[in-house]
């Protein structure tokens, strides 16, 4: 098979791979930390608040959705497993992201190059180079 066959499920792997560990990683890992005391350790968390101050009612399980879905959804994201769900998921957690930036004046540039990207994926399947790829052609032989 010609090197130029791969190029498109190269491209699709870079982006997932790319945007899926930079969410996780420079937003969503201190996110899931701070849920995870929030929820175990009953610490307090700011970012409920916050989430309350958007008018969502349990406000404290919304906001834990945000740091999985900016956590583990980004990381299967990026792996490509579960991938429709994985980017429905950072979508939704970006669109609210991009709301709450531009009601308080905040950049929401990066949120919204998230979730299009995870949108993106949300069409399309994740390429050649992805865990769900692997495990369909494991099931297809």
């Known amino acids: ?10 491209g699709l792997f870079l982006l997932r791979a790319c945007a899926g560990l930079m969410l996780a990683f420079k937003h969503g890992d201190d996110k899931i930390a701070a849920a995870y005391g929030y929820v175990f350790q009953g610490q307090e968390w700011g970012f409920v608040g916050a989430v309350a101050g958007m008018g969502f009612p349990l406000a404290g399980f919304f906001a834990v959705c945000a740091a999985v879905a900016e956590f583990f959804g980004a ?24 709301y709450r930036h531009m009601t308080t004046d905040m950049r929401f540039e990066l949120a919204a190059m998230y979730g299009l990207v995870a949108l993106a994926f949300v069409f399309t399947s994740p390429g050649r180079f992805s865990v769900d790829e692997l495990w369909r052609s494991r099931s297809k032989s």
């Open 1 to 10: 098979m010609k090197l130029s066959n791969y190029l498109p499920d190269a």
């Open 75 to 98: 990381l299967f994201l990026a792996a490509g497993l579960f991938t429709r769900y994985a980017a429905a998921a950072v979508t939704a957690t970006m669109a609210v992201a991009v």
